[in-house]
């Protein structure tokens, strides 16, 4: 059973960057597309980023490109989503997901599995 744990959340003051990670267990994390997506209360869960299986292929939500690097490291079974110049907006609980196959994948619906997400707060 393919699992995905996030951790790195946490309380940041805006202007600061903070890096989330997920690391996937019960498969082989080169065999999976990757996405982040994000969830703030009274608002849908919105696309954050999402990358191919080698990296090669990467994609951004309009709100978050220029500020937000997905990366992974197929090694070490993580994924890992460095984000700089974090603002109130950003605040969310940050969710990691996993599709069977290689390319990028934006929509939520394309994924399989997901984590128990990882809380990010942005103080003003």
């Known amino acids: 059973q393919v699992q995905l744990v996030e951790s790195g959340g946490g309380l940041v003051q805006a202007g600061g960057s903070l890096r989330v990670s997920c690391v996937i267990s019960?498969?082989?994390?080169?065999?999976?597309?990757m996405g982040w997506f994000r969830h703030a209360p009274g608002k849908e869960r919105e696309f954050v980023a999402a990358?191919?299986?080698?990296?090669?292929?990467?994609d951004y939500g309009d709100s978050v490109k220029g500020r937000f690097t997905i990366s992974r490291d197929n090694a070490k079974n993580t994924v890992y989503l460095q984000m700089n110049s974090l603002k109130p907006d950003d605040t969310a609980a940050y969710y990691c997901a996993a599709r069977l196959g290689s390319g990028v994948v934006v929509r939520r619906n394309e994924y399989r599995y997901w984590g128990q997400g990882t809380q990010v707060t942005v103080s003003s």
């Open positions: 019960g498969g082989i994390l080169s065999n999976y597309a």
């Open positions: 990358i191919s299986w080698n990296g090669g292929g990467t």
